[in-house]
DNA sequence: TGTTGACTTAGACACTGTCTAATGTAGGGT
DNA sequence: ACCCTACATTAGACAGTGTCTAAGTCAACA
């Protein structure tokens, strides 16, 4: 997370009390907070930060490559820190539950040329969906 | 599209002027549209039908199993007729074109069980993201 | 420490979707 | 053919998510 810091200020930011907090809340594993879940938690650690501040230091961090865009649902984006590693998501379609996931074989190759109607691929986003094991076990 | 109109009598609906030209919108091939959008072509068609009487008639086609529900990107979910083949989409993420496309390969069973995390999966969205030939060539 | 341009803020605004209360009507019964 | 009435439609208020602006603030540098 201090790592990120430094990669920020190497790049020009400013080093802000806000967008301290945000990165520190964005900092973990399995992180996937909408934007206004994310305020809620700067909030509690910066009493005065908006939710224009937020918004604008996610885009930012999103523009960098910092954090990714996720689209589970058709709700609010969520943000993920976790931009080392490739993965995909899988979504308990009762409870929401968010993990990251990691399929076999190459997923763009699964795409024959013949159903690439002459387009560019520059990336695949998969979301498998189900029910996680306290969901299914509630049945 | 009389055919999902006979279907949809069958089922009780009562068949108005508004349902049908929601139907009539929804009639072809890769069709996508926004709530909004469908509302716009019928009001071309019926200039008195009202936003909420589509955002209704959509909930039902989907809770029927007639329409399918598509989130490509953060924005507003897409209603798909076509139904009859499982199929995944190829986007365009500089025009929003869409295309139905048909991977190779069992998709549920690229993700390994030691990923699956206790899970029962139900189903998987694929997204793949490019440029079309127009906006690539118009690099 | 002073300066300055980048940053933050509150709140208005836009887009997407849901809900309600009043009104209209499709389709079965007569 | 005409009535009923339960179901459908409507306008507009409201809620959630995200963007923008104008005014005030401050981090970084000299
Ligand atoms: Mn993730
Ligand atoms: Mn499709
Ligand atoms: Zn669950
Ligand atoms: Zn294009």
Redesign the pocket.
């Known amino acids: 997370m201090s790592d990120l810091l430094a990669r920020l200020?190497e790049r020009?930011?400013?080093?802000?009390?806000?967008?301290r907090v945000v990165a520190q809340v964005l900092d973990g594993e399995h992180v996937h907070y909408?934007?206004?879940e994310i305020h809620a938690r700067a909030v509690a650690l910066?009493p005065?930060?908006?939710?224009?501040?937020v918004?604008?230091?996610l885009?930012e961090l999103v523009s960098l490559g910092e954090v990714l865009e996720v689209s589970t649902d058709?709700?609010?984006?969520r943000y993920d820190p976790n931009t080392h590693d490739a993965h995909q998501h899988l979504v308990c379609e009762s409870c929401g539950a968010i993990r990251d996931v990691h399929p076999s074989g190459d997923l763009i190759a699964g795409l024959p040329s013949s159903e690439r109607f002459g387009f560019t691929l520059l990336g695949v986003d998969v979301t498998y969906r189900g029910l996680c094991a306290d969901c299914a076990g509630r049945a």
């Not at 058709?74 to 984006?77: C, F, M, N, T, V």
Request: charged share 30%; aromatic share 8%.
């Open positions: 200020r020009g930011w400013r080093l802000t009390a806000q967008r909408t934007a206004d910066l005065e930060i908006s939710r224009a501040t918004y604008n230091t885009g058709g709700r609010a984006k």
